[in-house]
């Protein structure tokens, strides 16, 4: 999981876990994302078998301000008419379609569309516990990362 970084800082300005609260009354950072989102990119490539139990596990999540973008790299199965049908449920998902481009691209333009002050890159295969981003978020607010 990363913190957003924001993309002018002004000259000299690292910020760090303890100037969070600070940061956040910083308009220039704060019209950037959304204070406590986190967006979580799912790069995905003709993954259709797998997507499916990766977008419930994200569902099941208890940290509730959650996007999920998942960015559908040119897939040629099923995956893009899957996504489809999941996006219609309002699974706080959005999805991305671009031409096959590779992992890299696929996360760079998940990050570009997001709008959370942390960001989680999931792989289209993978499964998360329910408290996972609650556990990831808690542990930098807190400075235990």
Not at 60 to 83: F, R
Not at 107 to 125: K, M, P, V, W
């Amino acid at each position: 999981m990363y913190a957003r970084q924001p993309a002018f800082p002004p000259q000299n300005f690292m910020p760090t876990i303890p100037q969070r609260m600070k940061i956040q009354s910083e308009s220039w950072l704060t019209d950037q994302f959304e204070p406590e989102l986190v967006s979580v990119i799912v790069p995905t490539y003709n993954r259709e078998r797998w997507i499916g139990e990766t977008l419930d596990s994200l569902h099941a999540q208890t940290w509730t301000p959650l996007e999920v973008i998942v960015v559908d790299d040119g897939s040629t199965d099923g995956t893009a008419k899957l996504l489809e049908k999941r996006s219609l449920r309002g699974d706080r998902m959005r999805v991305i379609t671009q031409a096959n481009a590779g992992v890299s691209a696929a996360r760079n333009a998940g990050t570009q569309a997001s709008r959370g002050e942390f960001i989680i890159y999931l792989d289209s295969d993978d499964l998360l516990f329910p408290e996972a981003i609650r556990n990831y978020v808690e542990s930098l607010i807190n400075g235990e990362s």
